[in-house]
Each structure stands twice: as C-alpha cells, then as structure tokens.
C-alpha cells in the first residue's frame, strides 16, 4: 500500500521552544493531508487540513498560531508546534489521501513530550 | 452527539473466537467508512475501506455497512493473538475522516 512517512517519531523539548513535524507521502502526490492529535486512550482529533499551495484550514477550537502548517510540495506537509506548553504533549499523526481518492493512509505518528 | 459512535469495549475473546466490532454514524452524507487498527504507540493502519452497502470481506475480516441504518461492522473470524490491537472506525469523505473512539480488542491463547 501507500506509504506516508512521518519524521521524528519520538521528541522531547522544553517548554517554550518550537518543535517541527514532517509528513512526507513517498510514493504517491497528496494535494491535501491531514494533521491528527491523539490523547492517550482517546480518538483522534482532526487538527487541520493541510492544502497544497494554500492555507490551512483548521479545526475548531485549534489555534492556528501556535500549530503551523506549510504544505510545500505534492509530497510534504510539516506541522510546527510552537512555543509549545506540557498540555501540548500528544501523539501527532498525518494521513494523506492519494489524490482522486478517499482512504487515507497514516504516518507512524509523532510522540511529542514537552517538559 | 458524536458524528461517530464507537461500541466502547474492551472486549476481550479467547483465540479462535469471532469478534464483532460496532459502530454507528449520524451524516448521512458520510460516503466512505473505514476499519483502521491501531497498534500501541503506532500511526493507524488501514484494515478496509467501502463505500456502500453491503459486505466486504478480506481474508478474516469482514465489513459490514447498511446505510439505512447508519450502522457499520468489523467482523475477525477465527481470532489470533496478533489481532490484539485498538480498532477504530472512521466515516466520511473526500479523504477527511471523523473517527470512532476506538474499541481495545485482546485475543488470549
């Protein structure tokens, strides 16, 4: 299947300082991704809509500001956490849609721990 | 009311068993529904996807999705250790997923 590859997996910063997250489709062009967070023992919680040469469109209740999105290229899409804060520290994960289509593939998601 | 509800669990069967995990939607819009399993620590992993009615089967797994319901099934027949893992049902479209709250599934041996 498709792979969307998701760089780092684990990080850890202080509190105040900016952390970027990479999502990269490797084999196919993705026009739009997706940007997820994941509270332990909870869903995942659509963050925004990563579009191609736009601006992102985010989620209610997500603060623009403070999670950056630039999505580039047909094949990469980065989320920057910044001036992150403990109550940031989450499980982060993309997902990419091959362009026409409509399943989703997902990154191995991010483990952000700010202390 | 959650777009998409989730049989909570966690559910736990011996191996061989068959499980059955629920979910139902409230958009009718929806068009696409999803099973995604989800391992400790790890990014969801696409199980199956339909887009209409009716039963999908592949390998152990079968979707089942009756539209006029809103109601979409995960059934693993002849469950294995490995099975062991977080499911997550997902409805939507265009690529844009709403997801369930994920049901815990442990297979014992």
């Known amino acids: 299947g498709a792979v969307v590859s998701q760089h780092p997996s684990w990080v850890i910063c202080k509190s105040g300082t900016s952390v970027k997250i990479e999502c990269r489709s490797l084999?196919?062009?993705?026009?739009?991704m997706f940007w997820y967070r994941q509270f332990p023992k909870q869903s995942l919680m659509l963050m925004a809509t990563?579009?191609?040469?736009?601006?992102?469109?985010?989620e209610q209740g997500v603060e623009k500001d403070k999670f950056l999105i630039n999505h580039a290229s047909l094949t990469l899409s980065t989320l920057t956490v910044t001036s992150a804060h403990p109550e940031d520290s989450s499980f982060y994960i993309c997902?990419?849609?091959?362009?026409?289509?409509?399943?989703?593939?997902f990154g191995q998601g991010t483990r952000l721990t700010v202390v | 009311q959650k777009e998409v509800e989730q049989d909570p669990g966690p559910l736990s069967v011996p191996e061989g068993a068959i499980v059955s995990l629920n979910c139902t939607y409230s958009?009718?819009?929806?068009?696409?529904f999803m099973w995604y399993r989800q391992y400790s620590r790890k990014g969801p992993e696409l199980l199956m996807y339909?887009?209409?009615?009716g039963n999908k089967e592949d390998g152990r797994f079968t979707a089942q999705v009756d539209k006029s319901s809103k109601y979409i099934s995960l059934f693993i027949r002849d469950s294995q250790p490995s099975d062991s893992a977080t499911y997550l049902c997902?409805?939507?479209?265009?690529?844009?997923?709403?997801f369930g709250d994920g049901t815990t599934l442990t297979v014992k041996p």
């Open positions: 997902a409805s939507g479209l265009a690529g844009k997923s709403t």
């Open positions: 339909t887009y209409s009615s």
């Open positions: 958009n009718s819009a929806f068009q696409y």
């Open positions: 997902s990419a849609p091959r362009d026409g289509q409509t399943e989703a593939f």
């Open positions: 084999d196919f062009q993705a026009t739009t």
């Open positions: 990563s579009n191609e040469g736009s601006k992102a469109t985010y």
